[in-house]
Each structure stands twice: as structure tokens, then as C-alpha cells.
């Protein structure tokens, strides 16, 4: 999508590539449906001033806040004028891309309901969502505790002689504390509190609380609320009003507890449904599913952005060429580079996979089939911890692939570094999140004889000849092979898992043991989820991708699996499935793929379709004219507003004049 000035410095590189480049963009985006309505909301987004990003780095807190509750307005606004469909709405809040209380409400305050409400409740609380009558939040986490859910301390009591509930927190540490949208904007929240009935304490439930005016949105009385405070980086996640929360003794009806899987009487009676009670973490599990593909989304934008710059950007030179090389030329640069744009492309085809698996298990809860659910909470957690940590890092080096230029906000760099990174943390924080899977895995192997394992845990089911083949390889083509790739995976994983789980099951059980082990326990969970995504980024190569992009994906798959295996030689080497010589081999083929890759990483970057709006970064652009951008851009800058900068008078002149005493002068 070109959306330059004409010029195109990287026609050159474009001319060379070897695939179909728009199919590759429909592949990309989802589909020919999602690729038009991708289209058209990015370039709505673009054309219309009142979404411009122009400025948001140099905004104070204030302001980028205001203006980012203009932006969400207008695109409520817009939504509502065009008529757009609830996906095309989604794709234009992606596309105005700042974090705001939209996210929030869409993505966990319905999504919560919907999972735990009755059809009672869902038919009270959805419309006026849907239209936005009210906004909510998802007020989970408190000062005190975040990851650790069922020590959460605010409290739900039911009062039988008024049929209500009274919230309330008891300790300072019991203050809600980071739900976005909560600080400013919400009208509701979704409040997790401990239920108690008759003194008796229930455990953590969900209820619905009032906590702002729909008059004049004032706090309602007894709710004390506001923002947190400056958040890391300039822009980045500080359009986002991240909150605090406290209830003295607030009242809200019985009917505001969410009664899909537990229940209180007008009695007071507390009743379970037979569902599982983690049923009540669903909007979790939605949104770590949804988080995949985001992941695929941001790092895209650095590659994409960095490609493009080491198209551009020349440095030295050498005797067999004339002029100087440009820095994509370079093996370092590639090395560094092309796996990210291959990491690029695997998690997009995994989140492909994520949406369906979602679906799956949707389906299966409606039927009361609960089955899988253990398997799609380890699969959810698993792979939103790791596709956001390396996405974060791999922005970073993205950052500084770009050399100095990076750290410039122009680059785009910083600000979108400054907004992805706390994916490591919300949504569990991504340690925490391998211990999950850790657990699922450990449980998995406990029941292996009697339980076949199913889905991604499947494999262990083979644990015994895992454990005792090694890996065939013997030239470096035979790595050029799916199930030879796939094998040195689930042997390395289910190796990995085996020796922990042997360990733990020699000793006492204690809880210390398992802590003195979790180390490698997440080194595990870690080599399982590596396993997922590689064998769900082959799977998705083998069902029916286009004939004119599948070469090109197949060269990114094997870049992708090469540089996991070779970036975690250790772990495979110390499993003892794998030799020295073997990994040397697969980095000889590693090379290789660089060099297809060489040919088309323009255009490969060009496929995720990003316009020069949406990437914001003066050295991504799609035109390739990097410094003309870079030195007009500097005339936008606050501190050259004017010639003589401001404070010249008060602090620069007294130390240009006042040289009477100079102490350290000799002369
Ligand atoms: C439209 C949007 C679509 C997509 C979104 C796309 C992109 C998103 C982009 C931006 C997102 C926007 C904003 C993000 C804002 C952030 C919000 C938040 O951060 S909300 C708060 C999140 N908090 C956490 O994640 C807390 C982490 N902690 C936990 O999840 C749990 O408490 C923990 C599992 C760690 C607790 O452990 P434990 O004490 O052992 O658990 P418990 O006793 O409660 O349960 C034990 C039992 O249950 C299993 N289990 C745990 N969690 C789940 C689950 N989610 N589903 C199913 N099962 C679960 C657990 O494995 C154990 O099983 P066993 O008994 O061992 O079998
Ligand atoms: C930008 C942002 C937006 C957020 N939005 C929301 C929201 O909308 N709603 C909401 O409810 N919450 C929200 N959160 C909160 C977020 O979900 C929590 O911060 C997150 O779950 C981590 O919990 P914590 O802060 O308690 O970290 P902690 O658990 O205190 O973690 C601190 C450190 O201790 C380690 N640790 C903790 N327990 C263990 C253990 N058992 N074993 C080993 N290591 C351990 C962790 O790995 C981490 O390194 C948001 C957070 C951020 C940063």
C-alpha cells in the first residue's frame, strides 16, 4: 500500500522479489474479506486528521490523554455514522492504534459477561455495552496482588435483610490498582472480590459495580477513584487510564453478581453450578488466544521498519563492489533480522491456528464439554508468554538494527517498544504463565499410562521412543525435512519435561522441592510451547496455502525452526538427542535460507501491508526516503520553534558572560 510522495528508493528491491505478493497479503490478513476490510479501515484511519499520531511523544500526560479520548469518541463517531460491522469497527480501533478504554470494554468487560453472566444478565448488560451507554473495565488486579488471583482481598458480603452486596475494601493493599480504563473513563466495573454469605467466605467471584454517575460521571458516593500515574516511555501505553479503586461499603443489588457458574439466593444461600469455577478466568483465556496474533502485528512493524531501513541505509564498502554495501548485505544484520521477520510470519499462521482452537473449545464448553479446557489454558498461557517476550525483545533489536536513528522517536521505535512491552506482564505476567504450562505438563506425564494425551500434549503420549532414538541428521539437507524438524522438537520438549518431572517425582513432593526446580521447570514449559509453534506454523504451511507464496513460506518456516533450534542449542544439546555436529549443520542451512530470504525481504515486509500512518516512523517508510523525512522532522521539534531557544536569557547567556571567575581556568 503505497502512500509515499512518489520517489521509490526501494523499487530496486522490489524488482526482485520472487513470489506473489498479493496473495502473500491475503494470506497475511486472513483471507480476501479481512484483507479489504484491513484496507479500507487503515486507509480511513489515515485520511482523517482527527486520528493523526503527529505529536504524541512530545504530549504531556494530560493532553495525550484528551486527545486520545477525542480519538476514541470520533471513532465511536465514525463507527456509528458508517455503519460498520462489528469487525470493521474492531479493525478501525485497531488501526487508530493508541491503548484506550475501548480495549477494555470490548475486549474483557463483554467478553466477561458474556462467559459468566445468565442469559438474564446478559440480556440486561450486553446492549447497553454494545451501544455504549456504559463503558467497563476489568478490575481484577489490586496493590497487593496480581498474579496470585484467589489472594485478592476486596470483598463481596450479601446483607439478606436489604438483598444486596456491600463491596468493600478492607486494606490499602486491597485497592484495585492498574485496570485499564478505570482511572478516568469507566462508568462500571467488572469488580473480582472474595463472595461472602453468612461469614462464610466463597472464594473470588465476579460482580458488576457501579462506580461513576451516568448524570455528570462523578464517582458514586463511597467509590474512590482516579489514575495511577505516569507510565514508562513517552506515549506508548499513557493514553491508557490505568486505575485505582476503592469501596467503602458500597451497595449494589444481588442480581450484580455474575451468577453464571455460581449463584446467591435472595436467602443467601450459595449455590455451584457443575461448571468448572476457572470458567471464571474465560475473558483471560480470550484475550492471552488474542494476543498471539497481536504479537505478529507489532513485531511486523519493527521488522518491517527495519528491513526497509537496512535497504536503505549504507555503510562501508568492499574492493569487489562499487559504492557502499547497504547494511542488509551484511550476514550480522541478517542473522539478527531475518529470523525476526520469520518469528513475524510464525506467529501470525499460530494465531490463525489460536482463533480456531478458541473457537473449538467455545463450542465444547456450550455442550458441556470441559475436556479440553486444561490443554487450551496451558496452550493460551504458553504461547502469549512467549510470543510476548520475544516480540518486546525483538522490537528492540529491531530498534537497534536501526543504529543511532532507532532511538529516535521518528523511527517509530521507541513509542511502539514503550506500548507493547507491559504485554509481558498484563494478562499474567509471563513467568508466571510458564509455571502454568509447567504444571499442565507435569500433570500430563503423572497420567501418561492411563490418559492418552490429546492436542499439542500429544506427543508425550511417544514419550518412550523420544526418550530413546537420536536425531538422524547426518548431511545438513536432511534438516530439510518437516518431520526430521519436528521430531528434534518434541524430543528436546518431551526430554526436557521428563527429566524435571523425574526429578520431582524422586523427591519428597514438598512445595520447597517444586520451587527449588522451577528453573527448569520453565525452561521446559518454554521447550513445549517452541515445539507448538513450530509444529502449528508447518501445519498451517501444509493446508492449502496458494501455490505462489508457499516457497516463500516454507524458507521462512525452516528460518524460523533453524534459528529456535540454534538459539537454544543448549537445551537441545543437553538432552542428548542432538550432536554438535548436527546443530552446525542446521546453521549451515540457516545461511542458506538468508540468502533466499536476501531477495525478498522487501517485499516480504511490504506484504504485512502496513501504511506510512499506521507504521509512523520516519525511517519505514514505504518510499524508502529516509533522510529528507528524517531532517524535515526535525523542524518539527518543540525546541526549534524558535532560532534562540527559550531560557537563552535567564540560564545560557549568565554562562556565556559571567567568565570573571572561572576556578578551573589556568590562564
Ligand atoms: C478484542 C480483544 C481480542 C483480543 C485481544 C488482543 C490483543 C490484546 C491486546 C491488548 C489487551 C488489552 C489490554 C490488556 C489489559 C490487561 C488486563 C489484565 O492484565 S487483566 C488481569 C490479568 N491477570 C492475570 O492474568 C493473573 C494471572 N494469574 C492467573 O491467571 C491465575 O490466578 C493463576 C493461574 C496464576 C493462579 O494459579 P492457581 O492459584 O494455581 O490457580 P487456581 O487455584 O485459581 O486454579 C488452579 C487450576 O486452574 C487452572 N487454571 C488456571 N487458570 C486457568 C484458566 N485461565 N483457564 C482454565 N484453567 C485455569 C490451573 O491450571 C489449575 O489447574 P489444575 O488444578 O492444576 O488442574
Ligand atoms: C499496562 C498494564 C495494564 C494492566 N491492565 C489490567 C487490567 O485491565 N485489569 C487488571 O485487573 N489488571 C491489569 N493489569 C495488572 C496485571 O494483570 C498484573 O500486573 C499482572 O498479572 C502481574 O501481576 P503482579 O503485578 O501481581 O506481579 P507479581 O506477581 O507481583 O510479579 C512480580 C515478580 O514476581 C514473580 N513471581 C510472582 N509470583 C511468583 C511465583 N509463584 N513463582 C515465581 N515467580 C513469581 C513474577 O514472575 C514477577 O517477576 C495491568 C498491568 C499492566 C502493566
Redesign the pocket.
Known amino acids: 500500500m503505497q502512500d509515499g510522495n512518489g520517489l521509490d528508493h526501494l523499487a530496486g528491491e522490489r524488482a526482485m522479489a520472487q513470489f506473489d505478493l498479493q496473495a502473500m497479503k491475503v494470506y497475511l490478513a486472513g483471507g480476501q474479506r479481512e484483507y479489504e476490510i484491513s484496507t479500507k479501515m487503515a486507509q480511513l484511519v489515515a485520511n482523517d486528521p482527527v486520528f493523526s499520531k503527529e505529536d504524541r511523544v512530545r504530549l504531556a500526560r494530560k493532553d495525550l490523554y484528551k486527545n486520545s479520548l477525542r480519538k476514541a469518541g470520533h471513532a465511536w463517531k465514525t463507527i456509528l455514522e458508517k455503519g460498520l460491522s462489528e469487525v470493521e469497527g ?1 479493525k478501525l480501533r485497531h488501526f487508530v492504534d493508541e ?1 484506550t478504554y475501548t ?2 470494554h ?3 468487560f463483554i ?1 466477561a459477561i458474556k462467559g459468566q453472566g445468565t442469559e438474564e444478565q446478559q440480556h440486561k448488560w450486553l446492549p447497553l455495552a454494545y451501544k455504549m451507554a456504559i463503558i467497563g473495565c ?1 478490575a ?2 489490586e496493590l497487593g496482588h ?5 489472594g485478592l482481598e476486596t470483598t463481596a458480603t450479601f446483607d439478606p435483610t436489604t438483598d444486596e452486596f456491600i463491596m468493600h475494601s478492607p486494606t490499602v493493599t486491597s485497592t484495585k490498582w ?3 480504563g478505570l482511572g478516568k473513563a469507566s462508568t462500571h466495573a467488572l469488580v473480582y472480590a472474595r463472595l461472602i454469605t453468612d461469614k462464610k467466605d466463597h472464594g473470588i467471584h465476579a460482580f458488576i459495580a457501579p462506580i461513576r454517575s451516568l448524570e455528570d460521571h462523578t464517582p458514586l458516593p463511597n467509590v474512590t477513584v482516579g489514575d495511577i500515574g505516569v507510565k514508562f516511555g513517552n506515549g506508548g501505553y499513557n493514553t491508557m487510564d490505568n486505575g485505582f479503586l476503592r469501596f467503602d461499603h458500597v451497595r449494589i443489588p444481588r442480581e450484580n453478581m455474575l451468577m453464571r457458574l455460581a449463584t446467591v439466593t435472595k436467602d443467601g444461600k450459595y449455590v455451584r453450578s457443575n461448571k ?4 471464571g ?7 492471552r ?3 498471539v ?2 504479537a505478529s502485528i507489532y513485531l511486523s512493524r519493527a521488522v518491517t521498519i527495519a528491513v526497509r531501513y537496512s535497504a536503505v541505509r549504507r555503510q562501508f564498502g568492499n574492493k569487489d563492489e562499487p559504492g557502499e554495501l547497504q547494511v542488509i548485505q551484511y550476514r550480522t544484520q541478517q542473522s539478527r533480522l531475518f529470523p525476526l521477520l520469520a518469528t513475524a510470519y510464525a506467529y501470525r499462521a499460530v494465531g490463525f491456528w489460536m482463533k480456531s482452537l478458541y473457537a473449538d473449545v467455545m463450542k465444547r464448553l456450550n455442550d458441556n464439554d470441559f475436556s479440553t ?2 490443554e ?3 496452550c ?2 504458553g504461547l502469549k508468554s512467549i510470543t510476548t517476550s520475544v516480540t518486546a525483545d525483538g522490537i528492540e533489536e529491531c530498534r537497534k538494527l536501526c543504529g543511532g536513528h532507532g532511538f529516535l522517536c521518528a523511527s517509530g521505535l521507541p513509542e511502539l517498544y514503550a506500548a507493547y512491552v507491559p ?1 509481558c ?5 509471563n513467568t ?2 510458564l ?2 504450562v509447567a ?2 505438563l507435569l ?1 500430563t506425564l503423572s497420567q501418561v499410562s492411563k490418559v492418552r494425551p490429546v492436542g499439542t500434549a500429544a506427543y508425550l503420549g511417544n514419550i518412550k521412543q523420544l526418550s530413546t532414538q537420536n536425531c538422524k541428521v547426518s548431511q545438513g539437507h536432511d534438516w530439510l525435512n518437516t518431520s526430521v524438524l519436528l521430531e528434534a522438537f518434541e524430543a528436546r520438549s518431551a526430554r526436557q519435561a521428563a527429566a524435571v518431572a523425574l526429578r520431582l517425582a524422586k523427591g519428597s513432593g514438598s512445595e520447597a522441592e517444586f520451587q527449588e526446580n522451577t528453573p527448569e521447570l520453565v525452561e521446559s514449559a518454554r521447550a513445549h510451547c517452541q515445539l507448538i509453534l513450530v509444529s502449528k506454523f508447518i501445519e498451517q504451511l501444509q493446508t492449502g496455502t496458494p501455490e505462489g507464496i508457499r516457497k516463500q513460506l516454507e524458507v521462512l518456516c525452516y528460518t524460523y525452526a533453524f534459528s529456535q533450534l540454534i538459539d537454544n542449542a543448549g537445551d537441545f544439546l543437553a538432552t542428548g538427542y542432538v550432536t554438535g555436529n548436527q546443530i552446525a549443520l542446521a546453521k549451515e542451512e540457516l545461511k542458506h535460507m538468508f540468502d533466499k530470504i536476501r531477495p525478498n525481504a522487501v517485499a516480504l515486509v511490504d506484504a504485512f501491508d502496513h501504511t506510512d500512518d499506521y507504521l509512523g516512523s520516519a525511517l519505514g517508510r514505504y518510499d524508502g526516503d529516509v533522510y529528507t523525512h528524517l531532517y524535515k522532522g526535525a523542524f518539527k521539534e518543540s525546541l526549534n520553534d524558535t532560532v534562540v531557544v527559550d531560557g537563552y536569557e535567564e540560564y545560557l547567556k549568565p554562562v556565556l558572560t559571567q567568565n570573571l571567575w572561572a576556578p578551573h581556568s589556568k590562564l
Open positions: 474492531l491503548p480495549d477494555l470490548w475486549g474483557m467478553p476489568y481484577q488486579t496480581g498474579s496470585n488471583v484467589q492498574w485496570p485499564g468448572p469455577r476457572q470458567l478466568y474465560g475473558a483471560m483465556v480470550f484475550v488466544q488474542g494476543i496474533i497481536d479446557l486444561p487450551v489454558h496451558a493460551t498461557a504485554a506482564t498484563y494478562e499474567g505476567d508466571i504463565l509455571l502454568q504444571r499442565f500433570k
